[in-house]
Protein backbone atom coordinates (compact mmCIF):
# COMPACT_ATOMS: atom_id res chain seq x y z
CA UNK A 1 0.00 0.00 0.00
CA UNK A 2 2.80 2.25 0.66
CA UNK A 3 4.88 1.67 -1.87
CA UNK A 4 1.76 2.20 -4.30
CA UNK A 5 1.37 5.47 -2.62
CA UNK A 6 4.61 6.58 -3.38
CA UNK A 7 4.50 5.89 -6.91
CA UNK A 8 6.47 2.35 -7.44
CA UNK A 9 9.67 1.58 -6.78
CA UNK A 10 11.41 4.03 -9.74
CA UNK A 11 10.64 7.53 -7.90
CA UNK A 12 13.16 8.19 -5.35
CA UNK A 13 10.97 8.08 -2.21
CA UNK A 14 10.97 10.64 0.76
CA UNK A 15 14.21 10.65 3.30
CA UNK A 16 11.26 11.01 6.49
CA UNK A 17 8.34 9.32 6.41
CA UNK A 18 5.97 9.74 9.79
CA UNK A 19 2.81 7.15 9.21
CA UNK A 20 -0.56 7.66 11.27
CA UNK A 21 -1.98 3.72 12.15
CA UNK A 22 -4.62 2.56 13.80
CA UNK A 23 -2.43 0.79 15.95
CA UNK A 24 -0.73 1.13 19.47
CA UNK A 25 2.77 2.20 19.13
CA UNK A 26 5.48 -0.38 21.09
CA UNK A 27 9.20 -0.40 21.00
CA UNK A 28 8.83 1.63 17.11
CA UNK A 29 6.41 -1.12 15.85
CA UNK A 30 2.98 -1.28 15.58
CA UNK A 31 0.52 -4.17 15.68
CA UNK A 32 -3.14 -3.32 14.77
CA UNK A 33 -6.40 -3.84 16.51
CA UNK A 34 -8.51 -4.71 13.59
CA UNK A 35 -6.12 -5.83 10.94
CA UNK A 36 -3.72 -8.70 10.71
CA UNK A 37 -1.00 -6.12 10.20
CA UNK A 38 2.31 -5.66 11.63
CA UNK A 39 4.58 -2.03 11.10
CA UNK A 40 8.14 -1.51 12.14
CA UNK A 41 9.72 1.34 11.63
CA UNK A 42 13.10 -0.34 11.30
CA UNK A 43 11.58 -2.59 8.45
CA UNK A 44 9.76 0.32 6.70
CA UNK A 45 13.21 1.92 6.71
CA UNK A 46 14.86 -1.28 4.82
CA UNK A 47 12.15 -1.68 3.21
CA UNK A 48 12.24 1.93 1.37
CA UNK A 49 15.39 3.18 2.06
CA UNK A 50 14.19 6.01 4.76
CA UNK A 51 16.67 7.43 6.63
CA UNK A 52 13.55 7.88 9.88
CA UNK A 53 10.50 6.13 9.67
CA UNK A 54 8.09 7.10 12.60
CA UNK A 55 4.75 5.31 13.40
CA UNK A 56 1.87 7.26 15.44
CA UNK A 57 -1.11 6.40 16.60
CA UNK A 58 -3.93 7.84 14.10
CA UNK A 59 -6.13 9.50 16.76
CA UNK A 60 -2.64 11.38 17.94
CA UNK A 61 -2.57 12.83 14.55
CA UNK A 62 -6.40 13.64 14.29
CA UNK A 63 -5.51 15.14 17.92
CA UNK A 64 -3.01 17.26 16.22
CA UNK A 65 -5.20 17.82 13.72
CA UNK A 66 -8.17 19.34 15.83
CA UNK A 67 -5.93 21.82 17.35
CA UNK A 68 -5.77 23.41 14.07
CA UNK A 69 -9.33 23.92 13.27
CA UNK A 70 -11.22 27.32 12.77
CA UNK A 71 -13.90 28.27 14.67
CA UNK A 72 -16.08 27.92 11.30
CA UNK A 73 -15.24 24.33 11.26
CA UNK A 74 -16.32 23.25 14.81
CA UNK A 75 -19.98 22.20 15.60
CA UNK A 76 -20.65 23.15 19.74
CA UNK A 77 -22.39 20.48 21.17
CA UNK A 78 -22.60 21.98 24.38
CA UNK A 79 -23.09 25.66 24.47
CA UNK A 80 -22.83 26.74 27.80
CA UNK A 81 -19.17 24.67 28.10
CA UNK A 82 -17.45 26.62 25.46
CA UNK A 83 -14.22 25.36 24.63
CA UNK A 84 -10.94 27.46 25.99
CA UNK A 85 -7.12 26.94 25.82
CA UNK A 86 -5.71 25.30 28.84
CA UNK A 87 -8.39 22.93 29.31
CA UNK A 88 -7.96 18.99 28.71
CA UNK A 89 -9.79 17.54 25.39
CA UNK A 90 -11.02 14.67 24.22
CA UNK A 91 -10.71 13.23 20.70
CA UNK A 92 -13.38 10.53 19.86
CA UNK A 93 -13.68 9.09 15.84
CA UNK A 94 -16.36 6.01 15.94
CA UNK A 95 -14.78 4.31 12.34
CA UNK A 96 -13.45 1.00 11.36
CA UNK A 97 -13.12 0.88 15.21
CA UNK A 98 -13.80 3.43 17.97
CA UNK A 99 -10.54 5.28 18.65
CA UNK A 100 -9.65 7.78 20.99
CA UNK A 101 -7.00 10.44 22.34
CA UNK A 102 -6.71 12.72 25.00
CA UNK A 103 -5.27 15.96 24.24
CA UNK A 104 -4.00 17.56 27.89
CA UNK A 105 -2.92 21.01 28.61
CA UNK A 106 0.76 20.93 30.21
CA UNK A 107 0.40 24.97 31.01
CA UNK A 108 1.93 25.94 27.80
CA UNK A 109 0.62 23.67 25.03
CA UNK A 110 -1.40 20.88 24.91
CA UNK A 111 0.35 16.97 25.00
CA UNK A 112 -2.08 14.21 22.28
CA UNK A 113 -1.57 11.16 24.05
CA UNK A 114 -3.26 8.00 22.38
CA UNK A 115 -5.82 5.68 24.30
CA UNK A 116 -7.10 2.34 23.12
CA UNK A 117 -9.93 3.17 25.24
CA UNK A 118 -12.46 1.61 22.44
CA UNK A 119 -11.66 -1.59 23.69
CA UNK A 120 -12.66 -0.64 27.53
CA UNK A 121 -15.49 -3.45 28.63
CA UNK A 122 -18.82 -2.72 27.34
CA UNK A 123 -20.46 -1.89 31.03
CA UNK A 124 -24.27 -1.50 30.55
CA UNK A 125 -26.48 0.52 33.02
CA UNK A 126 -29.75 -0.24 32.36
CA UNK A 127 -32.47 -3.17 31.53
CA UNK A 128 -31.99 -2.91 27.52
CA UNK A 129 -28.11 -2.10 27.69
CA UNK A 130 -27.88 -5.65 29.38
CA UNK A 131 -29.99 -7.18 26.95
CA UNK A 132 -27.56 -5.50 24.04
CA UNK A 133 -24.43 -7.28 26.48
CA UNK A 134 -25.66 -10.76 26.49
CA UNK A 135 -26.42 -10.63 22.22
CA UNK A 136 -22.89 -8.73 21.78
CA UNK A 137 -21.37 -11.55 24.43
CA UNK A 138 -23.18 -14.68 22.25
CA UNK A 139 -21.12 -13.32 18.90
CA UNK A 140 -18.22 -12.07 20.98
CA UNK A 141 -17.88 -14.31 23.53
CA UNK A 142 -13.81 -13.78 24.14
CA UNK A 143 -14.70 -9.52 24.99
CA UNK A 144 -17.33 -7.26 24.45
CA UNK A 145 -15.68 -3.47 24.18
CA UNK A 146 -17.45 -0.24 23.61
CA UNK A 147 -16.17 -0.58 20.04
CA UNK A 148 -18.51 -3.45 19.76
CA UNK A 149 -21.23 -0.96 19.68
CA UNK A 150 -19.83 2.67 18.16
CA UNK A 151 -18.14 2.12 15.39
CA UNK A 152 -18.99 1.01 11.63
CA UNK A 153 -19.36 -2.39 12.74
CA UNK A 154 -21.15 -1.38 15.76
CA UNK A 155 -23.85 0.09 13.78
CA UNK A 156 -24.83 -3.29 11.92
CA UNK A 157 -24.26 -5.07 15.76
CA UNK A 158 -26.70 -2.57 17.03
CA UNK A 159 -29.43 -3.01 13.80
CA UNK A 160 -29.34 -6.86 13.76
CA UNK A 161 -29.71 -6.48 17.89
CA UNK A 162 -33.16 -4.32 17.58
CA UNK A 163 -34.23 -6.44 14.74
CA UNK A 164 -33.66 -9.29 16.45
CA UNK A 165 -36.10 -7.77 19.25
CA UNK A 166 -38.83 -6.78 16.65
CA UNK A 167 -41.56 -8.33 13.68
CA UNK A 168 -40.16 -9.68 11.22
CA UNK A 169 -38.22 -7.90 8.95
CA UNK A 170 -39.89 -6.11 5.97
CA UNK A 171 -38.77 -7.50 2.15
CA UNK A 172 -37.63 -4.43 0.62
CA UNK A 173 -35.16 -4.05 3.77
CA UNK A 174 -33.86 -7.26 3.76
CA UNK A 175 -32.87 -6.98 -0.21
CA UNK A 176 -31.39 -3.34 0.66
CA UNK A 177 -28.97 -4.70 3.28
CA UNK A 178 -27.83 -7.47 1.15
CA UNK A 179 -26.63 -4.94 -1.62
CA UNK A 180 -22.74 -3.68 -1.62
CA UNK A 181 -22.13 -2.60 2.34
CA UNK A 182 -24.28 -3.63 4.76
CA UNK A 183 -23.13 -0.96 7.43
CA UNK A 184 -23.23 1.92 5.11
CA UNK A 185 -26.60 0.55 3.73
CA UNK A 186 -27.93 0.68 7.44
CA UNK A 187 -26.19 4.02 8.28
CA UNK A 188 -28.31 5.42 5.13
CA UNK A 189 -31.90 3.65 5.87
CA UNK A 190 -31.52 5.11 9.77
CA UNK A 191 -30.50 8.46 8.14
CA UNK A 192 -33.31 8.30 5.55
CA UNK A 193 -36.23 7.26 9.12
CA UNK A 194 -36.72 4.50 6.16
CA UNK A 195 -36.78 1.71 8.36
CA UNK A 196 -35.97 1.52 12.51
CA UNK A 197 -36.62 -1.75 14.39
CA UNK A 198 -38.17 -0.29 17.85
CA UNK A 199 -36.40 -1.29 21.25
Wanted: hydrophobic fraction near 50%.
Amino acid sequence: ALERFLGGASVPYPSVAVLAVAAPIQHRAATFTNLPWVLDEHALCRRFGFRRATLINDLVAAAHGCLALRPSALDVLTPTAPVHRGQNLAVIAAGTGLGQARLIWTGKHHLALGTEGGHRDFAPRNALEVDLWRFLDERFPAHVSYERVLSGAGLGMLYDFFASRAEAEPAAITARLAEGDRRAAVAELGLARAHGPAA
